[in-house]
């Protein structure tokens, strides 16, 4: 995915259709937070609410007040376990003390959610105790759990841990969502809101017996793209 802005023309801004940019990438936006800067100072400058999605790995305090005083709105940080080992089974690194260190300090200067994703028959209980542990030691104000997205590329590896073909059952992410929200009542648990607008006013049945389309490939971005990184800045 080339870096820049999809569906604003720096040079020429029009943001009436728009309340908020969202900094992310296929990849990690803080291996370039020199970049990152630039983009909320840009957001800013059109004044929209600017939202960062991040692994949370390269976050460190200094770095957080920096885009405190740029008028960061929004931190998302992705974590998907409670313990360094599931993290690392998970992510292929040991990295989970950090970014959970690093939501901590976030919380007390963002709005912070925390986007984790729901692996069944692996991860349950410990997104039940990461709800705790955030309850009991930060000021996250949400967590958000995602369903599993399995494509070519992971489904071999998934086999290993979880039944891939049952991972879509909206029952079983609406039951989670509900004990984690019961085990930290002061956190937001939440669904993407996309899937939340199309499951809001269907019964119980239909809900209990429906499924996710969980298996998907790499979407096309289909919004205009303006390279605005390699252009001179339009501040």
């Given at each position: ?43 800013k400058s ?15 305090k200094?770095?957080?007040?920096e885009f ?7 931190l ?18 040991k ?5 959970l ?26 997104l ?5 542990i ?14 599993l ?15 891939v ?8 992410l609406?039951?989670?969502v509900?004990e984690m ?6 956190i937001?648990?939440?669904?993407k ?11 119980g049945?239909?809900?209990?017996a ?11 971005i289909k ?13």
């Amino acid at each position: 995915m080339k870096e820049g802005i999809y569906g604003i023309d720096p040079k020429n801004p029009d943001t009436k259709n728009y309340t908020a940019i969202t900094i992310s990438q296929y990849g990690e936006p803080l291996l370039y937070p020199e970049k990152v800067k630039r983009a909320i100072e840009f957001t800013k400058s059109l004044n929209l609410r600017c939202d960062l999605q991040t692994n949370g790995v390269n976050l460190d305090k200094d770095l957080i007040k920096e885009f405190k005083d740029l008028g960061l709105d929004i931190l998302m940080v992705s974590l998907s376990a409670s313990t360094p080992e599931t993290h690392e089974r998970i992510t292929g690194s040991k990295t989970f003390e950090r970014i959970l260190e690093n939501i901590k300090i976030a919380s007390k200067y963002f709005y912070t959610i925390v986007r984790s994703v729901y692996i069944p028959g692996f991860n349950r209980e410990e997104l039940i105790e990461l709800s705790e542990i955030l309850s009991r030691e930060s000021k996250v104000k949400e967590i958000m759990v995602h369903h599993l997205i399995v494509h070519r590329g992971n489904r071999d590896r998934l086999e290993g841990i979880c039944n891939v073909d049952g991972v879509g059952r909206v029952r079983d992410l609406l039951l989670l969502v509900d004990e984690m929200g019961k085990r930290a009542p002061d956190i937001r648990v939440t669904i993407k809101g996309c899937l939340l607008v199309n499951l809001k006013g269907l019964d119980g049945y239909l809900l209990n017996a429906m499924t996710l389309d969980c298996f998907s490939e790499v979407p096309v971005i289909k919004r205009e793209y303006f390279p605005f990184f390699n252009t001179p800045s339009p501040l």
